[in-house]
């Protein structure tokens, strides 16, 4: 049976959820959009996420046609109509329909869909076993281009660097930005753990993650001695572990980077506690979906 989406006001098969070839989100990747999860029936810091889509809809002078509690109902209500409890959430808000000229006052209608679908862990077995990642020749967007906050329909900088990450071999990509500097993965945060301090890059050139902040919630409350900080590829090459975070990743550990291997080529046991206190916060908190 067709999972239902939601678009503009109804409830859609999945055969049945189109839009407008004129539609500026298909055209020029003009809109935004948020991933959430959902765990045993909780909808993970969905608060937080409708607040970051807001945010990067605001960046980008877009108005989501909807207020926050709204928009938060729909995201329930798909999932209920989905009888989904674990769960991967997709809300995507577009400019619209225009015409193919790129002036966005032609869209009079902004586009609004929720996607959920089943979800399981991303990487399978590797959590267990650890990624391999690369280093990646394309740079991030630079936050004064393309801002790395603003999560927009235009991933192409992403998409790019997965595919350089498939071809050479790897499990996941990492970014440097245009400086050189330690960015992001193709779609997590970064976190080095050296002599059993974790630092991470700060976000002016990556996304601000809701993942990253509950795994810094965490490192804290672990007392653990934690400093956000420019990092190059030196500091990756002889990390004693490092890790990944995203709503999609979870908390992932990084065993190999550009054929260097990091510690002893094992998930680290820092890394592992944070994956163990990750789970136990993703099994307590977060919003019911059926009351």
Same mark, same amino acid.
């Given at each position: ?5 939601? #678009? ?53 002078? #877009? ?53 959920? $679908?089943?979800?399981? $862990? ?26 790395? *906050?603003?999560?927009?329909? *235009?991933?192409?900088?992403?998409? #790019?660097?997965?595919?350089?990450? *498939? ?26 753990? $050296? ?24 490192? *804290? ?11 190059? #590829? ?31 080529? $094992? ?25």
């Amino acid at each position: 049976m067709e999972l239902l989406i939601y #678009l503009d006001g109804k409830f859609v098969s999945e055969s049945e959820a189109k839009i407008s070839v004129f539609d500026h989100g298909f055209l020029y990747g003009d809109g935004v959009f948020e991933g959430i999860r959902a765990y045993d029936g909780k909808v993970f810091r969905l608060r937080e996420h409708i607040d970051r889509l807001y945010d990067s809809a605001k960046a980008i002078n #877009l108005e989501i046609p909807l207020s926050k509690e709204e928009f938060e109902r729909i995201i329930i209500e798909t999932l209920r109509r989905n009888n989904l409890r674990d769960a991967y959430i997709r809300p995507i808000v577009s400019r619209g329909i225009g015409d193919l000229g790129l002036d966005p006052r032609k869209c009079k209608k902004p586009t609004v869909i929720v996607i959920t $679908k089943p979800w399981g $862990k991303l990487y399978g077995d590797l959590y267990s076993k650890g990624l391999k990642a690369i280093t990646v020749a394309i740079r991030r967007n630079s936050f004064d281009a393309l801002p790395p *906050n603003i999560k927009s329909l *235009n991933y192409l900088n992403n998409v #790019l660097a997965k595919i350089e990450a *498939n071809v050479k071999g790897g499990d996941e990509a990492i970014f440097l930005d245009r400086n050189g500097y330690i960015s992001e993965g193709s779609g997590d945060n970064i976190f080095v753990v $050296k002599k059993s301090k974790i630092t991470t890059p700060p976000t002016i050139n990556n996304l601000r993650g809701i993942t990253r902040d509950v795994v810094i919630e965490i490192i *804290n409350r672990l007392g653990i001695p934690f400093s956000e900080a420019n990092l190059g #590829l030196y500091d990756l090459y002889t990390a004693d572990e490092v890790f990944v975070t995203g709503t999609a990743a979870e908390v992932a550990p990084i065993v190999e980077i550009d054929g260097r291997i990091i510690g002893d080529g $094992k998930p680290g046991k820092i890394t592992k506690r944070i994956m163990e206190e990750f789970e136990k916060v993703t099994k307590t908190e977060g919003t019911p979906i059926y009351e």
